[in-house]
């Protein structure tokens, strides 16, 4: 499913552990990591820094690259100038990439181009998969994996997700957890009826159970179902804690007659706070 992987990097502790993430990846996987520097023009003001900035962005890749290759991964690296995320975005179509992996905060003296909002963007935006890892506690890693979280509601945006986190589930021999939330404030309480939250609670089994078919037809090795009623994604984090869940892949968007919970804003809220990594996967126009 991973054949090339895509790290933009800055050279940070949490870019750096970002990159050994994906050298995890691309070796279960015999994929090519891809490590992307990229000079943002718009913090330019004349061409020596340009130049400065170029060398100190190739030195970095190639830094990166060196001691991916050390464990024997093969690698790519490339310098871009471009606003970011866009080049980020265009780096991974034009590469035929096939995930992406970030880290949420990338700080080396000053504030550069791996914050929160870069990779929200990228997030947002992208195509690919993309495999976030928290700036926080950069030193604890949670691969390799070994129980991987998918937050459902059953609408496409998130079957968009199943298949990656289950390919990864099978790859890794790890055991999946099928999640479905129903938010039962959304509406507000005094306009439920036992026929409604029945006909949400159904809809939740289905979704979960489909997840378990897939995992099962896959060869995955444990599967397990949860519902619960609260807060989405106060739900996803109390349910990664409780169950020591090593990574959540959930989709980007999820409709399903009226808008649910794993839209954006969802998503984006887990991207942030989960204490460890999630793999987003944008519905397929």
């Not at 976030?132 to 506690?137: P, Q, R």
């Not at 989405?232 to 869940?245: A, F, N, Q, T, W």
Request: proline share 5%; with cysteine.
């Amino acid at each position: 499913m991973f054949d090339d992987i895509l790290v933009p990097t800055d050279g940070s502790p949490c870019a750096e552990v970002a990159a050994e993430y994906a050298e995890d990846l691309a070796t279960r996987y015999d994929a090519t990591v891809h490590a992307l520097c990229v000079v943002d023009p718009r913090a330019l003001e004349n061409a020596p820094q340009y130049d400065q900035l170029k060398e100190e962005r190739s030195e970095i890749a190639e830094r990166t690259c060196a001691k991916l290759s050390m464990t024997g991964v093969k690698t790519k690296e490339a310098v871009h100038t471009d606003v970011p995320h866009t080049a980020i975005l265009q780096y991974a179509k034009d590469q035929g990439i096939d995930l992406i992996v970030m880290g949420t905060h990338g700080r080396t003296g000053v504030e550069r181009y791996l914050l929160g909002s870069v990779t929200e963007k990228v997030v947002r935006l992208s195509d690919v998969p993309v495999l976030t890892v928290k700036a926080e506690g950069c030193g604890e890693v949670t691969y390799p994996y070994t129980d991987i979280l998918v937050p459902t509601d059953g609408s496409e945006g998130a079957e968009a997700a199943v298949g990656p986190a289950v390919d990864i589930a099978h790859t890794y021999d790890a055991r999946v957890h099928a999640l479905s939330v129903i938010d039962t404030m959304a509406m507000g309480v005094d306009v439920w009826s036992g026929a409604i939250l029945d006909a949400l609670e159904e809809s939740a089994q289905s979704a979960v159970e489909s997840i378990e078919e897939q995992a099962t037809e896959a060869s995955v090795s444990a599967v397990e179902t949860a519902i619960e009623h609260r807060n989405p994604y106060r739900g996803i984090l109390s349910y990664v804690e409780e169950h020591d869940i090593d990574l959540v892949v959930m989709g980007t968007h999820g409709r399903s007659g009226i808008e649910r919970y794993l839209l954006g804003s969802v998503t984006e809220k887990t991207v942030r706070t989960s204490p460890v990594p999630v793999m987003t996967v944008r519905q397929p126009t």
